[in-house]
């Protein structure tokens, strides 16, 4: 007999079916005292209440909200009763971003965030950061992560970054004083420490100054080009502790001239990210290559707590104006590829948001997706890259800023060439053949002549008001559609008899009886 697992009627399994997480998610069973230490309750109350904040908002990723009802009662009984806490669960976009959208629901004037984080800076709430405690076998760890430098192609570098996953971020002190001990005195050891506490970009108060030796990577988790101005790029290396994750990946990425050793604590396993690095390039280029071939673009909304987030989009519709290009901003929450197959007439999509939710890998997707950088480097008048990355919304808009005409510093697009002929074709390194790109808000021939055909209209609502198709991709895919939807016929077939409706849940009906 044939499984009808997947053809279940009831829809009782969906519900209560366990989710799997990934393996050393989630911490083990912890004691109350344990819990209090794990979760830096005393810490947490403390800021709370030097901070005064009278309503607070708790967000706990998927895998923590199993710890949200004791931390909620610890903390409760150390601020006291004049101090509202609201659990937040379900976040809008990643959970690694502070979901400041949420905690406006509630009124909230502070915002703890549990689990990993991005260190993005916010834009309206400050934020106490509690990351949880697990454990790293120190001695292994700098004894794998020299070995692997030794046997790599640079053993002997002018300097070391130390970076690691927010969980370790209680080993940071410890973990320098063993490498301390075991470098050469000719080589610098350059780390930050993350902030525990972060201020919204408007806040008036400066936060504490901690001493640390000179980096560019700032402990808000931003990636810069260079690690310090003294220091040469091609003689730098970085140690990273923790397991595979989008921030490794994006330091592989925005750091691709420097080699990258990791270690795994849960395997306590370490290696050179080298090989890595050159892939994931490799595809993004490739994904530039198909954003150079689109016309229009979908600007996805990816967040709205990232400081930066509206002025940088504003920035991606200006720049691909000046293309040539149409533009919609849209905003679907949490991307997957049924939401964004509704866009059938969008060729690209331009993601903003956070550094560890920019790059996509979109195998299941119908469109490219892009990151900011990305589209910069696609719009550019000749087609090459250095393999220089950018995620930061900052030193994006920084680059653009730098030019009084308010184009960006290095995006000059090929639509944009002196003496262009709008005629000419575009060669594609996608399909290897050439293309004849549209051009959306430019003068064209009937413009000029005032000629406008009466087939390039659309019935915009019920009122009979009319449009143009001249700059509305949406209109004019619409128009080369064999199917339409359905027709609207007010007042001209008679109403119906109601009938009774399926029963259950989309995943079975219940009078879905397929074997």
Same mark, same amino acid.
Request: proline fraction near 5%; include cysteine; charge should be negative.
């Given at each position: ?24 998610? @989630?911490?083990?069973?912890?004691? =109350? *005292?344990? /819990? #209090? $230490? ?127 996953? @927010?969980?370790?971020?209680?080993? =940071? *002190?410890? /973990? #320098? $004083? ?127 707590? @990232? ?8 920035? #991606? ?199």
């Amino acid at each position: 007999m044939a499984d009808t697992t997947a053809f279940a009627a009831s829809g009782e399994d969906v519900i209560t079916r366990t989710i799997q997480l990934e393996e050393d998610a @989630v911490p083990q069973e912890l004691t =109350a *005292s344990k /819990l #209090l $230490e794990y979760y830096d309750i005393d810490r947490t109350a403390k800021e709370i209440v030097s901070g005064d904040y009278k309503r607070i908002a708790l967000q706990f990723p998927d895998e923590l909200l199993k710890d949200s009802v004791p931390i909620y009662r610890a903390l409760k009984s150390r601020i006291g009763d004049s101090r509202e806490l609201y659990v937040l669960a379900d976040t809008s976009y990643g959970s690694c971003c502070v979901d400041e959208v949420a905690a406006q629901h509630v009124s909230a004037d502070a915002m703890v965030h549990y689990g990993h984080a991005c260190m993005s800076q916010t834009s309206r709430l400050p934020v106490i950061y509690v990351f949880g405690k697990r454990d790293l076998n120190i001695p292994d760890c700098v004894e794998r992560l020299f070995k692997s430098l030794h046997n790599s192609s640079n053993p002997d570098p002018h300097a070391i970054v130390l970076r690691h996953d @927010v969980t370790y971020a209680h080993h =940071a *002190s410890a /973990l #320098l $004083e063993e490498l301390k001990a075991t470098l050469p005195p000719t080589t610098r050891l350059l780390y930050s420490p993350l902030p525990s506490m972060t201020f919204p970009a408007s806040h008036n108060i400066t936060e504490p100054e901690t001493e640390s030796p000179p980096s560019s990577l700032d402990g808000r988790g931003r990636h810069e080009d260079n690690v310090a101005v003294d220091t040469p790029s091609e003689n730098c290396a970085i140690f990273y502790i923790g397991g595979e994750s989008l921030g490794l990946t994006n330091l592989l990425v925005t750091h691709a001239s420097w080699e990258v050793h990791s270690y795994d604590p849960r395997t306590q396993t370490a290696r050179v990210e080298s090989s890595r690095t050159n892939k994931m390039l490799m595809r993004r280029y490739a994904v530039m290559q198909k954003a150079r071939d689109a016309d229009v673009f979908g600007i996805l909304v990816g967040t709205l707590g @990232v400081a930066s987030y509206l002025p940088l989009i504003s920035h #991606l519709r200006t720049i691909l104006k000046r293309a040539h290009k149409k533009s919609y901003t849209i905003s679907v929450g949490k991307l997957n590829p049924a939401k964004l197959a509704n866009f059938l007439e969008i060729e690209c999509f331009v993601l903003v948001a956070c550094p560890e939710n920019s790059m996509i890998e979109a195998k299941d997707f119908l469109r490219p997706i892009v990151t900011p950088y990305e589209l910069e480097v696609a719009l550019q008048a000749e087609q090459s890259w250095s393999g220089r990355y950018v995620l930061d919304f900052d030193k994006l808009l920084a680059e653009h800023r730098q030019r009084p005409d308010g184009t960006s510093s290095s995006v000059l697009s090929y639509h944009e060439q002196e003496n262009e002929d709008i005629d000419q074709p575009v060669f594609s390194l996608v399909t290897g053949k050439y293309r004849h790109a549209k051009r959306y808000g430019a003068e064209s021939q009937s413009d000029i002549v005032g000629e406008v055909d009466s087939s390039a209209m659309v019935l915009r609502n019920q009122n009979n008001v009319v449009a143009t198709l001249a700059d509305s991709a949406a209109g004019e895919f619409l128009q080369t559609r064999t199917f339409r939807g359905l027709e609207t016929r007010i007042g001209e077939d008679a109403p119906s008899l109601l009938e009774q409706g399926r029963s259950g849940i989309a995943r079975g009906y219940q009078d879905d009886h397929r074997q």
